[in-house]
């Protein structure tokens, strides 16, 4: 069973948990996060969902995501989801996130971060992740349009890589 802190809308913990999978009650929300790591070549490392994971089975994703559980920091969540889901070990103390996403019932932190990662040294998570690659924005774009990659905003794609090496929404 896996507890979620309950926040209020303004993102303050509201020092109640709740257990994942139940439906969150009105002015609820909790906290989810995404890792995007980018090479030097300007590639974002996406991932393969498993064949048998419960919610887009084998479609591609984002390099890691997750919500955190009670006791996760938004830090500490992406630093656990990205070494759970790909065995990568990045400290996230002293990284904010690029992007927060406001959704329904939540908060979605979003991590952009620059690191050429060989792909042999990753260890994928058996129940999550079944395969890793190097994609490129159009390469992204592509699978999306032929529903092979989770169904995100395309508009959201492109800021994620307008976005992968600098901070805030002036070209500079």
Known sequence: ????????????????????????????????????IFNSNGEMLIQQRQSFKEGWPNLWDLTAGGSAVAGDTSQTAAQRELQEEIGLNIDFQHIRPHLTINFENGFDDIY?????????????????????????????????????????YESLIHLLFDCRDKRGTIQG
């Open 1 to 36: 069973m896996e507890l979620w802190d309950v926040y209020d809308i303004n993102r303050r913990k509201t020092e109640r948990t709740w257990i994942r999978g139940k439906e969150l009650e009105p002015g609820n929300f909790h906290l989810v996060i995404h890792v995007c």
């Open 112 to 152: 952009l971060i620059q690191e050429d990662v060989p792909l042999h040294t990753l260890t994928l998570q058996y129940e999550e992740v079944q395969n890793v690659k190097w994609a490129s924005k159009e390469e992204i774009l592509k699978l999306i349009k032929n529903e092979e990659f989770l169904p995100y």
